[in-house]
C-alpha cells in the first residue's frame, strides 16, 4: 500500500481544471469561479515535439490563484527534468506520459524525494502515470509501487484521435478492476477531451479525478459550466 497518497484519505473526487484552456490575459478573472475545496487547476506541459501542441512550462505555476492543488501531466521527451522544475515551483502531483518515457520506473524513482507544501504543511509530491488510448494496461503492473495516480486518456495527444465512449468505459472499467486486484490504490483519472457524459460515465464507473479544460470554460461561461458538471458528478 502506498502511503505518500496523502489526498485519498479525504475520499477525493475533483474537478481538474485545465487552465491552458482559460484566458491568460486576466487570468484572476477567467479563474474566479473555482473554489479550493472543490477544484483543482489542472496544467498540461507540452513541448511540441511528444506532440503537436505547445504550452508553457513550470513557471507559469507562479501565475495561477493561490491555495489550489496543482495537478501537472507532462507530455514532453524531457519529462523528468519538466517534472522535477514543476515540483519546485509548486505543483503537488506531476503526471508523466508513459509513452514519452524511456524508462518509467527510474523517472518515478527519481521524484520520490521531492516534497510539496500545501496548507502549510509538507507532503512528498504525488507522482502519476498517464497512458494514452493504445497504451497496454499491462504497463501498470511495474508502475503501481511507485505511483499515486493513474491517469487515462480517451484522447491521443500525438494524433488527436479519440476512442469512442463505450470503447473508453470498458477500458476504464478494467483498469479499476486492476487496481482493485493489486495491494495498491492510487487514485484514478479520466483526461481527454472530456464531455460531460464521459465524464459522467467516468465517476459512475469508479474515476476520482475528472479533467476538463475546454467544454469548462466554453462560450466564456465557466461559472455556468461548473455549475452543470457538479450537478451531474457529484449527485
Not at 484572476?28 to 498540461?44: Q, R
Not at 459512475?204 to 475546454?214: F, M
Amino acid at each position: 500500500m502506498n502511503s505518500r497518497n496523502w489526498l485519498q484519505g479525504n475520499g477525493v473526487r475533483r474537478l481538474s481544471v485545465g487552465v491552458t484552456a482559460a484566458d491568460w490575459r486576466n487570468i484572476t478573472d477567467s479563474l474566479a469561479a473555482l473554489d479550493p475545496k472543490s477544484e483543482w487547476l489542472h496544467l498540461d506541459v507540452m513541448d511540441g515535439q511528444f506532440c503537436p501542441k505547445l504550452t508553457c512550462g513550470a513557471w507559469l505555476i507562479d501565475a495561477l490563484p493561490k491555495g489550489f492543488i496543482i495537478d501537472a501531466h507532462v507530455m514532453t521527451y524531457s519529462a523528468l527534468a519538466q517534472a522535477m522544475q514543476l515540483a519546485k515551483n509548486g505543483a503537488h502531483i506531476v503526471t508523466l506520459q508513459y509513452e514519452a518515457l524511456e524508462n518509467a520506473v527510474d523517472a518515478l524513482l527519481a521524484l520520490e524525494p521531492y516534497r510539496v507544501s500545501y496548507q502549510g504543511n509538507d507532503f512528498p509530491l504525488m507522482r502519476g502515470i498517464s497512458l494514452c488510448p493504445e497504451t497496454d494496461l499491462d504497463v501498470i503492473n511495474a508502475l503501481l509501487p511507485h505511483i499515486e495516480m493513474v491517469q487515462l486518456l480517451s484522447l491521443d495527444p500525438r494524433s488527436g484521435e479519440k476512442m469512442e465512449q463505450e470503447a473508453f468505459a470498458a477500458r476504464l472499467k478494467e483498469l479499476i478492476q486492476r487496481v482493485k486486484d493489486s495491494d495498491h490504490s492510487p487514485m484514478i483519472s479520466v483526461d481527454g477531451s472530456m464531455s460531460l457524459s464521459l465524464a459522467e460515465a467516468s465517476v459512475e464507473l469508479g474515476a476520482n479525478i475528472i479533467v476538463s479544460g475546454s467544454a469548462l470554460f466554453k462560450d466564456e461561461q465557466l461559472s455556468t459550466n461548473l455549475e452543470t458538471w457538479k450537478k451531474h458528478l457529484y449527485r
